[in-house]
């Protein structure tokens, strides 16, 4: 049996996400158009599971929240977030939304004023990736089809974040290795920095390395960058002394 024509409308918009090259922002805002598509919404949270914390964390929203992304956290089974998570289960509040137990309130999100609230896992493999959070301003009842297709969303697109989110990762991993490289390079260019100074000045280790930081905050210019204009002194100093 073929699916409903907007479920063939949904697959072929996400193959076409899927197939680009966005980045794992651009497609977390991508999912939150999809959503707004199939729910007619008045706001859309998009959440994004931490492993290294247990915690699902704010990555994405319809309304503007640029000062809360990555900073509004729920641990699995807290809120109904939480608890979506936990389950991998849908939950759907038609009204008053706020007073069903589970439901944690965050005063940042204007959101959890709103009434009706639809909480869809966002899934690969049956690994959680996160969860897509549904807010109307009014009483609304879910229909079968609207859970039906924002499930389909997000187990579609659960598979893409997936290698989004460890693309990001790498990415972070291999800057953080590129940064310790900087900085080991940078510490040996100090450290024959103030072996030049200790022996041109008869100086100690501690005060070879008060010169280069009082320098290097009087000329305004990085200590790495003093260490190597040292060195390239030293060196062409020592060739002068060769060429005599």
Not at 38 to 66: G, K, M, W
Not at 95 to 113: G, I, M, N, P, Q
Request: charge should be negative; charged fraction near 25%.
């Amino acid at each position: 049996m073929e699916p409903p024509t907007s479920q063939v409308a949904l697959l072929h918009r996400i193959s076409s996400i899927v197939s680009s090259e966005l980045s794992l922002d651009e497609m977390l805002g991508e999912i939150v158009g999809l959503t707004v598509q199939v729910t007619d919404c008045d706001a859309c949270l998009v959440y994004l599971f931490e492993r290294e914390t247990n915690e699902i964390v704010l990555r994405a929203s319809q309304v503007p929240h640029q000062a809360d992304l990555g900073n509004i956290r729920m641990k699995v089974g807290e809120g109904v977030t939480g608890w979506v998570a936990e389950h991998r289960s849908v939950v759907a509040l038609p009204a008053h939304a706020s007073a069903d137990s589970r439901f944690k309130r965050f005063r940042a999100l204007v959101e959890d004023t709103y009434e009706a609230f639809l909480s869809v896992p966002l899934v690969s493999s049956g690994d959680l990736i996160g969860v897509i959070n549904v807010h109307h301003r009014e009483a609304h009842s879910h229909s079968s089809d609207e859970i039906a297709l924002l499930t389909f969303v997000g187990e579609q697109m659960g598979g893409a974040i997936s290698k989004s989110v460890l693309a990001e990762e790498n990415a972070r991993l291999l800057e953080e290795t590129a940064e310790m490289r900087r900085q080991l390079e940078t510490r040996k260019l100090v450290e024959r920095a103030k072996g030049i100074l200790q022996h041109r000045h008869s100086l100690t280790e501690e005060e070879a390395y008060l010169r280069l930081r009082n320098e290097s905050r009087r000329l305004r210019r990085p200590m790495r960058e003093l260490a190597e204009a040292i060195i390239l002194a030293e060196d062409l100093s020592r060739k002068s002394d060769a060429i005599q």
